[in-house]
């Protein structure tokens, strides 16, 4: 009997899951967050003909029993009732750091996070059980802790995707953060837990570490969460040939080294030279790159958001990340209808008042390259001998 062999379930193309979610809630006009993020990138690859019925997910919504798969019942019971009421008592509050710290009372607190660790699930599950890519630029928040909010993040999408691909049978998972912020929500739920390496490059000296302080401070060099961590806290200035350098020169052969079954990459924003909120400057292209190199590693990917607080730089570089993972072709120019969106964006920061030409005519920045300094090759060389 010619017994034939059924041809392995996979889930390509790419899949881009999102949700108008994120366009009908906002964290307040005030607030870094209170911007278009991934409602943008989302109609700009509509604009640029990248989205389709077959490669777009409308993001399901956790439910409060998938939600504690990592985080406490009564801290999802005080966002459910804080989205509802539009306050908490303030014991609660201050218990779970809720109107607090940048993590404001706010409607679609409870619905957005958890349409973000919805899709997430949904990309965890599926990878579980097939090859795939899938990009959740609404998910990536790494700060979020089992019991309080942290740095605008409420539910932990990563470490409930990850958490989902182990309960699945998946065995090794390697994270990979470029968010300008050290990924401590992650690396911590998952520290001493061999199946899960947690990888960040973020900016030195920046929230959430601890500034100055000695070995093993959280997100140093020295801080390995049980040797299943790598920090790499890079200087001021960071450039497109450091990230190239660090991604091909410890990035890459650390994957090697560890075979994970799942890659999942952090792709925050804020690391661009237009993002206020650091001090790094790279070009959109360098992460794209970056992205591309990891996403080359591994035929299961989930591709995150993250951090991002310019509109203009958080949408290019979103959609371009998108692109990458599809292969798509950047265009030099917008066409006239992702341009539109772009100078319909109203941003309120004071570099928002003025904005660059370029910000609404192209996807890709201008190219950051520079020299690879000291600093950066010591970095690398301690993580390699790490
Ligand atoms: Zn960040």
Redesign the pocket.
């Known amino acids: 009997m010619n017994e034939k062999k059924p041809a392995p379930e996979t889930h390509f193309p790419p899949r881009f899951i999102a949700s108008e979610v994120y366009r009908s809630t906002t964290y307040g006009s005030s607030h870094p967050l209170g911007i278009p993020r991934v409602s943008l990138a989302m109609d700009l690859c509509r604009a640029l003909g990248w989205l389709n019925e077959k490669n777009f997910v409308d993001s399901p919504r956790a439910d409060k029993a998938a939600l504690a798969g990592f985080h406490d019942a009564a801290y999802i019971d005080a966002i459910e009732i804080a989205e509802r009421d539009g306050r908490l008592d303030l014991d609660v509050a201050q218990r779970h750091h809720i109107g607090i710290n940048g993590n404001p009372i706010f409607d679609g607190m409870y619905r957005r996070p958890a349409t973000a660790c919805g899709g997430g699930l949904y990309a965890a599950r599926h990878l579980a059980a097939a090859d795939g890519i899938f990009y959740s630029p609404g998910g990536g928040q790494h700060h979020g802790r089992a019991d309080h909010a942290s740095g605008f993040c409420y539910f932990n999408e990563p470490v409930l995707s990850i958490r989902e691909l182990l309960a699945n049978g998946i065995s090794r998972v390697f994270y990979v953060d470029f ?3 050290h990924g401590d929500g992650v690396q911590d739920a998952f520290a001493d837990d061999p199946r899960v390496f947690t990888l960040s490059i973020h900016e030195a000296g920046r929230w959430p570490m601890v500034r100055g302080g000695g070995p093993g401070d959280a997100g140093g060099v020295d801080d390995r969460a049980g040797g299943v961590a790598l920090n790499m806290p890079v200087p001021e200035g960071f450039n497109d040939s450091e990230l190239e350098f660090l991604t091909e020169s410890v990035v890459l052969p650390k994957i090697i080294e560890f075979a994970p079954d799942v890659i999942y990459v952090q792709a ?1 924003s ?1 690391a661009l030279a237009d993002d206020p ?1 650091s001090k790094l400057r790279l070009s959109n292209v360098a992460l794209w790159r970056a992205v591309g190199l990891v996403a080359g590693a591994t035929r299961r990917l989930l591709v995150s958001g ?2 991002g607080y310019n509109p203009y730089a958080v949408g290019r570089c979103w959609s371009g990340i998108w692109a990458t993972l599809n292969g798509f072709e950047v265009p030099d120019q917008l066409p006239a209808k992702a341009e539109a969106l772009l100078r319909e964006v109203n941003w309120q920061h004071r570099r928002g008042r003025q904005p660059f030409e370029h910000w609404m005519t192209t996807l890709a920045d201008r190219p950051n390259p520079g020299p690879v300094r000291d600093a950066v090759r010591e970095i690398a060389g301690k993580a390699l001998t790490a």
């Open positions: 968010d300008a912020h925050g804020d909120q993250g951090g």
